[in-house]
């Protein structure tokens, strides 16, 4: 029965998806504006609910929000150690013959509420998010030997953990307490990327190693359950189309050969093979999907767009020109708005006609909230909104030799002209010790009392 149903509702979806017109007009392709990070971009994730809040990683361990709404950076966090006393003398002898440490992925939870920072050594980060712009330390875990390659957030057992993969070999899964929960042995060659999944309330990981393996598991102690080679048999990471019915397959092979499929995740094999990539690469093509209906992928200085049912290449930008030979990409939840990295250590934010106007929407009500908050921190004063605790300074040596005025968190703004500037989703409160009442002082236009949630 369960299978009639399942089959049901993917030909449901199937239908759907013919049964929507699409349009060239639908891709984001418009520069709507280019940011200055300051360092080569090596992650990006949009927030999942906020559309217009991207977190970006870099290669000099730096971690930042940015708010595209306003083109501000709202906080900015160099690589630092947060306890080096409970790190391990392997750790320890790393940083002090080679200090330099990067970041190879940045992610959302779900939810988010949480940031996840994976580094070049050793280390993950976990930061608790609260909007505006708070970052607050939740955990330094050190999760592998070498380098951890990819981090992700998944759901077990209705509780929300971490997964990440390294240079050794292995998989582990985290609870947010630094708890490890579960390790996965069996790859022979370091882990390149995971994919987490869920199908029927079934959570699930998919895994790729530099050898070209790609492996199943479920968070059990049995092992892998399928051992499957790799379009291209090297680097290659995995996503599944937004409905979870697809998933797809993007990388390179050692020799330069760019591939993106479509993957048959039952039969272990290419069901569809995506074409218009140059005949060799240098490094690894990066993709991203949208809306259950568009593919991208950046290579030759372009991003190229697929429709998911068509091999054949939709169309090609170079952004205005700028873009590095590989370029970094990543979609926000609603599909439109796309950033793709430049080569000048920087960012451009494509959009649609719909995406243009959300941005040129974003009220300069909350520009001039933000103004007078700045004008009444920088004398002094007490910021506009009150009752919020301030994220606290990250304690250790500062290993990148970032300079500390990088750290900078940019004053709060009010909490209800941020939720007038995007539909952003409410988290559900469950706990009583969650809500409190903070008070306005007098001479303010707002309501002399408020009542604060943090969640």
Not at 262 to 288: H, L, M, P
Not at 305 to 314: H, P, S
């Amino acid at each position: 029965m369960a299978e009639f149903q399942n089959s049901e509702s993917e030909q449901l979806v199937k239908r759907m998806r013919h049964e929507v017109t699409w349009s060239l007009d639908d891709l984001p392709r418009t520069v709507a504006c280019a940011m200055n990070q300051g360092s080569d971009v090596t992650s990006m994730e949009f927030h999942p609910s906020r559309h217009t809040l991207l977190l970006v990683g870099t290669r000099n361990g730096e971690s930042t929000l940015w708010e595209i709404g306003l083109r501000e950076r709202l906080v900015s966090k160099p690589f630092e150690i947060w306890d080096i006393a409970s790190c391990s003398a392997q750790f320890q002898d790393a940083i002090v013959k080679d200090s330099s440490v990067s970041i190879t992925r940045v992610t959302w939870s779900p939810d988010g509420n949480s940031i996840g920072v994976a580094f070049s050594k050793h280390l993950i980060h976990l930061h608790t998010y609260q909007a505006p712009n708070d970052l607050g330390q939740l955990r330094e875990i050190e999760a592998h030997i070498g380098g951890v390659n990819d981090i992700a957030f998944t759901y077990l057992k209705k509780r929300l953990c971490v997964v990440t993969c390294g240079d050794d070999k292995l998989i582990k899964v985290w609870n947010l307490n630094g708890q490890k929960l579960y390790t996965f042995e069996g790859h022979e060659a370091p882990v390149y990327s995971i994919c987490p999944h869920h199908k029927q309330n079934i959570p699930f990981l998919f895994s790729n190693a530099l050898d070209g393996k790609i492996k199943a598991w479920l968070y059990d102690n049995n092992g892998s359950r399928v051992d499957y080679d790799a379009p291209g048999h090297w680097c290659a990471t995995m996503l599944f189309s937004s409905d979870g019915s697809r998933l797809f397959f993007c990388g390179t092979s050692k020799d330069g050969d760019s591939f993106l499929v479509e993957w048959n995740e039952s039969e272990g094999a290419i069901k569809r093979t995506y074409s218009g990539f140059c005949e060799k690469s240098t490094g690894v093509v990066q993709f991203d999907t949208t809306q259950n209906h568009f593919l991208a992928a950046g290579e030759e200085n372009q991003i190229k767009f697929w429709d998911v049912d068509n091999v054949a290449m939709l169309t090609s930008t170079d952004a205005e020109g700028g873009l590095p030979n590989l370029p970094r990409l990543r979609f926000n939840k609603e599909g439109n708005l796309l950033a793709v990295t430049t080569a000048d250590n920087g960012f451009k934010i494509l959009a649609n006609a719909e995406g243009l106007r959300s941005l040129q929407a974003f009220p300069e009500q909350l520009q001039e909230a933000l103004k007078a908050d700045k004008t009444q921190s920088s004398a002094g004063g007490s910021t506009i909104l009150q009752g919020q605790p301030k994220t606290q300074a990250t304690k250790g040596p500062n290993r990148n030799g970032a300079d500390p005025s990088r750290n900078i968190e940019k004053p709060r703004i009010l909490e209800d002209l941020a939720h007038k500037a995007n539909p952003w989703e409410l988290s559900e409160i469950v706990d009583p010790p969650q809500c409190g009442v903070v008070t306005i002082p007098e001479g303010t236009d707002a309501p002399s009392r408020v009542t604060n949630c943090f969640t």
